[in-house]
């Protein structure tokens, strides 16, 4: 019985190890700790000067991980099949600035073009002002080279 004891104390002590550490290794490695914009998020709405855009599908998702953003859009979502895009990002001082400037090189070169319907230049410094950070929803807004004002409304999945 007190073997048995023994037995069972250990193996919930290597368990409750592994939890702990588990927990420990999340992604904080090479800045991943993002803090709360870390994940999924919909583009739930696009509007230029207020007016709802009529190009854009409702098929679009932002991944943030780190200092990279994967532009993810359901082309047949029934067929499994998807578009991704690639940007790197800098959040501070109340803006999510965009860099666009990335390329392969001449190969997959299309991996780092913007979607055009997100209506964004190809440029190194892209400022998208953070109009709404909760946590579960984020709002930001672009203004375009004519002056049009973009918005970006954004829901955490």
């Known amino acids: ?47 230029v000067d207020g007016v709802e855009a009529d190009d854009y599908e409702y098929n679009c998702f932002w991944f943030f991980q780190n200092n990279i953003i994967s532009f993810v859009m359901l082309d047949a979502p029934e067929d499994h099949t998807a578009l991704r895009r690639w ?38 410094a892209v400022p998208l002002k953070i109009v709404t950070d909760t946590g579960s929803k984020m709002v930001l807004t672009y203004t375009g080279a004519e002056g049009e004002v973009i918005t970006y409304t954004l829901i955490k999945q």
Request: hydrophobic share 40%; net charge negative; charged share 20%.
């Open 1 to 47: 019985m007190m073997c048995s004891n023994i037995i069972i104390r250990r193996i919930l002590g290597f368990f409750m190890a592994v939890a702990l550490l588990s927990g420990a290794c999340g992604c904080t490695r090479n800045n991943g700790d993002i803090g709360s914009i870390f994940g999924i998020w919909r583009l739930a709405g696009l509007e």
């Open 87 to 124: 940007c790197t990002f800098d959040k501070e001082e109340g803006y999510l600035t965009l860099d666009l400037s990335h390329h392969g090189n001449g190969i997959n070169d299309y991996l780092y073009s913007v979607p055009a319907f997100l209506r964004l230049p190809q440029e190194e």
